[in-house]
């Protein structure tokens, strides 16, 4: 199976490498400025050039986006703009331009976050992207032509960032970050579709 | 109470504008084009300018926001910042620029929709920006100062819509829509906050 891992050289997107190795798999590694080719999600551009060079393939796989992290009081129309850029539409955009190229009963994994179930302290966009993209993944999942499925990963936080990360995570206890590789082998290689696969 | 109405002529803003009459409330009836007050809720400027007339205030409730429904084929950039800007940002700038005016333990009821869990051909962006607003309402909850209260009504299609909406929603059964205007009337008069209040 040939699947493009965004975001390959993240924590997540190691891990996931790890996960899916030794299986015959061809694993393209995508990165922002690394890896076998690069793309910026923020531009539907580049994802299309992405796309082209890459040719066919049967799963995608998302390991990035990000958002502004910062009190709600302090939160500006750029923060807002920049959150809904990255994480949300940077992985919408990365569903639709692939629909020409990808094969049919092909795959889409995203990433989404705990915070919408369980907000923090500052972590009001992560929560709102988190929610955005788990009602994407269950329309888009009845909607998607060719057989695809569509799922999203909803991890905690990972053990792995325990050390910088858990401090704003109070009595949060972390997930061993393979767990959260597992979520992603279960959507590339299983069945199911327009599902929330939790990790915590 | 004073209870700034966004959205007061829409089917929904009137059933509240019923819901809430009798009780000595005062209420802003605010709309695009029409009421006691304009406003733009895709302008933070035109928001700001709003409640700076408007004074201070209770409540905001709001039954207002634009989604674009396409197919998922179709849905084009300019059709996602259409409906992230309205519904979603729309809202969320209603709710921030509101702080500074609003008295102590107010609240801000908002409006999500049923597509999230229940997708419909066609309403991806919806169930999007129903996912964000659930998951920022939640998050706000625990940030807002003055013992702000914050819950969303997420309402099925109305009766009152069946006749032009119902094909879109196969099999779904109508509520009638004095019982989402008490969902808002729960929300802005109770006590709890972070809530999705659901009525279907």
Redesign the interface.
Known sequence: MKIVLIGAYGKIGKLVQTAMAGAGHDIVKVGRKSGDFQVDIES?ESIRQLYQVVGSFDAVAIAAGEVVFA???Q?T?EN?QFS?GSK??GQ??LV?EA?PFINERGSFTLVSGV???E?I????T???????????V????????KGLRINVVNPTILKESEAHMGQFFPGVIPVEGWRVAQAYKRSILGVQTGRVYKVD
């Open positions: 539907r009190p709600l009081s939160l129309a807002w809904l949300l539409m919408i955009s639709q629909i915070l919408n179930e907000p302290f500052a972590g009001v992560g929560a709102t992207v988190s929610g955005a993209l788990e009602g994407f269950r329309a888009a999942a009845v909607e998607l032509p």
